[in-house]
């Protein structure tokens, strides 16, 4: 509380002085009262609070002394990392064997990225080699889910504005990481900045992830196909809110179905999956079979040879349902 105080009043400052055409006085001053509160966290200070406080005077301090205000910033990802190694030895925080504390390191990431994006790039570079390095170490899903999230993030906050940089992001992103909900929400959020950014990386990830499971595939169909549930049944259903505006883009669409199709013919010619016990259908021909029914309204829409390709796997589909009852 008392450091929130003394930001108020350093800005108050700074904008009275300013007005009376004195801003260099002004900028001393207040970075003397917002350093002299961050000198004064000690070890006490409760790591989140530190890490929130840290962050508040980089920000602050950017404009005025950036040197200053990149040594805070970095100082704040130490202590969020020194927090999560904390956190490594103590139980986890619920029932359900999750740790219910953020990832202050994501936090600051972003915080970063909304001042100097390349530099939020060399860290995430930085994160990555250190995994590869670590690999099968320390196998953590939760941070691995965080860290893609605010990765995602990043990266679509930047379509707009600097659309080289989002597609690194998001192509650090589907080399990286397993294709997961967050990519959900992230699509549709470069798209509002930058449509080509949203396309051309929703693309390279149906590529990159044209043999992962359908319960993976099924999280671009929100985008590809412009459906706010997603395409068919999925075990992990998303819904979100799509805007009124948003048109499906005809080579996003196609490389979705075309892919999604040859991983249903795939499993829908396998023998293995043909002689499963009755009464057993799996996920996979659940979902296939859900989202070949959801296609049919779209069918005339769609190109002739797709048209062909989910009517012919929709008969198979149904031939293995009916072999289950």
Not at 119 to 147: C, P, Q, Y
Not at 290 to 309: K, N, T, Y
Request: proline fraction near 5%; glycine fraction near 2%.
């Amino acid at each position: 509380m008392t450091f929130l105080l003394a930001l108020l009043l350093a800005l108050s400052f700074t904008n009275s002085q300013a007005q009376d055409n004195d801003p260099l006085c002004s900028a001393e001053f207040a970075r003397m009262i917002v350093e002299q509160q961050a000198s004064e966290l000690n070890l006490n200070t409760e790591k989140p609070k530190k890490v929130r406080i840290l962050i508040a005077v980089a920000d602050f301090l950017w404009d005025l002394d950036q040197p200053a205000a990149r040594k805070y910033f970095a100082e704040a990802r130490r202590t969020a990392i020194e927090f999560r190694e904390e956190l490594k030895s103590k139980p986890k925080s619920n029932d359900s064997g999750f740790n219910l504390e953020p990832d202050y390191e994501m936090t600051v990431i972003s915080a970063i990225a909304k001042r100097d994006p390349k530099w939020a790039e060399a860290i995430f570079r930085e994160i990555l080699n250190k995994a590869v390095d670590d690999k099968g170490t320390n196998s953590d899903d939760d941070l691995t889910f965080l860290r893609l999230n605010a990765l995602l993030s990043i990266a679509s906050a930047n379509a707009g504005t600097n659309p080289d940089l989002s597609l690194k992001l998001f192509r650090l992103a589907i080399a990286n990481f397993r294709l997961d909900n967050p990519w959900v929400y992230a699509l549709f959020d470069a798209a509002k900045q930058n449509r080509a950014v949203a396309n051309l990386a929703a693309i390279e990830l149906l590529q990159k992830n044209s043999d992962a499971d359908l319960s993976q595939l099924l999280y671009v169909s929100h985008f590809a196909l412009g459906l706010p549930n997603g395409l068919g049944y999925s075990r992990a259903q998303i819904g979100i809110t799509i805007d009124e505006n948003f048109t499906v883009d005809p080579q996003v669409r196609d490389t979705f179905l075309n892919i999604f199709l040859s991983r249903a013919e795939n499993y829908l010619s396998n023998p293995a999956n043909i002689t499963r016990q009755p009464g057993t259908n799996s996920f996979e021909i659940i979902a296939i079979y859900s989202a070949l029914e959801a296609l049919q309204p779209m069918l005339p829409s769609l190109p002739a040879e797709i048209q062909r390709r989910v009517a012919i796997a929709k008969m198979r589909a149904s031939s293995f349902m009916a072999k289950s009852d």
